[in-house]
């Protein structure tokens, strides 16, 4: 599956941003799909993840209440909607996707696809 992330910019604290993942490929459905970020000398941390086919979701404590994943079907996306934008959640952000046999992974290392990264600043 490819994977083509988009929707970053520069927004003001408090302000929201919308995310999308583009999947082309192999049927969607067959995987879980997930978004992590980031940061400058940083590693890579999970944010949030959907199961395509169930809809399910997990966040992170850091996403949660804020961030909400869902997917379109019509589109063949997944976006994150972000609110209340803080400076720590600036980075760069990426989707990737994992083969539902796998189960619901949180670890980056675990995931087989990755899209091209989006980045999000967050300016105070």
């Known amino acids: 599956v490819q994977l083509q992330a988009s929707g970053g910019g520069l927004v003001q604290v408090g302000d929201s941003l919308r995310l999308s993942c583009a999947a082309s490929?192999?049927?969607?459905?067959?995987?879980?799909m997930g978004w992590f970020r980031q940061a400058p000398g940083k590693e890579r941390e999970f944010v949030s993840v959907?199961?395509?086919?169930?809809?399910?979701?997990v966040y992170a404590d850091s996403a949660k209440g804020r961030f909400t994943i869902s997917r379109d079907n019509a589109r063949n996306t997944v976006d994150l909607q972000m609110n209340s934008l803080k400076p720590e959640d600036t980075a760069v952000y990426y989707c990737a996707a994992n083969d539902w046999r796998k189960g619901l992974q949180l670890s980056p290392g675990l995931y087989d696809y990755w899209g091209q990264g989006t980045l999000v600043t967050v300016s105070s």
């Open positions: 490929g192999r049927s969607s459905s067959n995987y879980y």
């Open positions: 959907i199961n395509w086919r169930s809809g399910s979701t």
